[in-house]
C-alpha cells in the first residue's frame, strides 16, 4: 500500500472531492495538508441534511458543472475523512 501523504501531494493543486464520516461532502482545490488537517481553497462545503439529493448526485453535479465555492479557505479534520480523490476521476 502506498504511503497516505505520497498520495496527498499527488493531488497538491488539483480540484478534490473529500467524503467524510459525518454527512458533509467538501469539493474544493486541495492547497496544502499536515498530520491533522487538508487545507481546501475556493471550496464547497456541502451539508447533506440540507438537500433532497444523494452524496453520490451531488459529486456528480459538481463534476460536471464545477465547485459552487461558499468558502475562500477551509480546514478539513483528517481523522473525518472517509475517502479523497480528485474531480476528474470521478466517473459520469
Do not use: C, W
Not at 42 to 65: G, M, N, W
Amino acid at each position: 500500500m502506498s504511503d497516505p501523504d505520497s498520495e496527498l501531494h499527488a493531488l497538491k493543486g488539483q480540484v478534490v472531492v473529500i467524503d467524510l464520516n459525518a454527512a458533509y461532502v467538501y469539493a474544493g482545490t486541495l492547497a496544502d495538508f499536515d498530520a491533522h488537517h487538508l487545507v481546501l481553497e475556493h471550496a464547497d462545503v456541502h451539508d447533506l441534511r440540507d438537500a433532497a439529493t444523494t452524496r453520490e448526485l451531488y459529486v456528480l453535479e459538481t463534476r460536471l458543472h464545477g465547485v459552487r465555492a461558499n468558502r475562500k479557505n477551509v480546514l478539513v479534520r483528517r481523522e473525518q475523512v472517509i475517502s479523497i480523490s480528485a474531480l476528474d476521476d470521478v466517473i459520469e
